[in-house]
């Protein structure tokens, strides 16, 4: 069986943590790396002392061992995916953020084991979680996500986000490309 693991750099409330965690564990991660971005986190050591979690506090020392602490944080997360794949044994890992939920209709490992050989990397098209007034503001109370235009269906933009349409070229606030998942077979 394909084995998969996840990478994800936190800044965020520890049930946000705890429930990114549990959902992809529960789908089969047999490992998820997760770098505390504040070292100080309250949620740590609750996250360190998980099954299949490797947990890691991004101290002054941890940064000044991989050459300082970039000002970007999607420098930082890059960092600390590239440490992680440097530990990983599996034979796919993905980078994630811990406010992203990975969804699929069948097993991941099952969709894993079908990609060629040849194929390094794979992405994973997002959908984002929408706004809903009606609801606590946060991402585990959305009812309705929204996923990238594709260029077929690009003329359609105007029409579906209005005047908002020049800010979401896409369709998407965020990686409106995708999370890559890179083999280590």
């Given amino acids: 069986m394909v084995s998969w693991g996840l990478v994800t750099t936190v800044k965020a409330p520890e049930e946000q943590v705890l429930a990114f965690l549990a959902h992809h564990l529960s789908l089969g991660a047999a ?8 070292p100080d ?15 890691t506090r991004c101290t002054d020392v941890y940064w000044v061992l991989r050459g300082g602490r970039h000002s970007r944080h999607q420098n930082r997360q890059a960092r600390n995916a590239r440490d992680a794949q ?6 796919w890992l993905g980078h994630i953020d811990v406010d992203e939920f990975l969804h699929a209709p069948r097993p991941i490992a099952d969709t894993l084991a ?4 040849e194929v390094p990397n794979i992405l994973m098209e997002p959908f984002e979680a929408m706004h809903d007034p009606a609801l606590p ?3 585990f109370t959305a009812r309705q996500f929204r996923g990238p235009l594709h260029r077929q269906h690009r003329d359609l933009q105007p029409a579906i986000f209005g005047p908002s349409a020049a800010v979401i070229p896409k369709g998407t606030l965020g990686h409106g490309i995708g999370k890559a998942f890179a083999a280590h077979r």
């Fill in 41 to 55: 986190d309250p949620a740590f050591d609750r996250v360190a002392a998980l099954p299949r979690v490797t947990a």
């Fill in 31 to 38: 490992r998820i790396w997760v770098y505390f971005d504040n």
């Fill in 137 to 139: 503001d946060d991402i």
């Fill in 86 to 91: 440097k530990a990983c044994k599996l034979d």
């Fill in 114 to 117: 079908t990609v060629p050989a």
